[in-house]
């Protein structure tokens, strides 16, 4: 069975950081891009971060200069290293991937979520 399993969410106060780790397991070819979302209660999922295969990565001008996505294409890893937090961070982080799966074809990859919540 393909999967993504993230972790790393938790609690911080603003200022603080996190680092999510995201691994995808199962019988997979190869990952192109793979991307962190998120989403907070009332509003729609967004991206944040995406990198492809190659390492060129893309942030939300929200995170710029904050948070950094990185990957390890041996492993089908991905990372997203969050520094200086602030309120309006806090939300459900998804890891995305999109995978070539045996007799499937390119499919569309997401994990379960995991809580970043952060709080004075």
């Known amino acids: 069975q393909v999967q993504l399993r993230e972790s790393g969410g938790g609690f911080v106060h603003p200022g603080g950081s996190l680092r999510l780790s995201c691994a995808a397991s199962?019988?997979?070819?190869?990952?192109?891009?793979m991307a962190w979302f998120r989403q907070a209660p009332g509003k729609e999922r967004e991206s944040v971060a995406v990198?492809?295969?190659?390492?060129?990565?893309t942030y939300a001008d929200s995170v710029q200069g904050r948070f950094t996505i990185s990957r390890l294409n041996a492993k089908n890893l991905v990372y997203l290293q969050m520094n200086n937090l602030k309120p309006e961070d806090a939300a459900v982080y998804y890891c995305?991937?999109?995978?070539?799966?045996?007799?499937?074809?390119?499919?569309?990859?997401w994990g379960q979520g995991t809580q970043v919540t952060v709080s004075s």
């Open positions: 995305n991937a999109v995978a070539l799966i045996p007799g499937y074809g390119q499919r569309d990859l």
């Open positions: 990198i492809t295969s190659g390492g060129i990565s």
């Open positions: 199962g019988s997979i070819v190869s990952i192109s891009n």
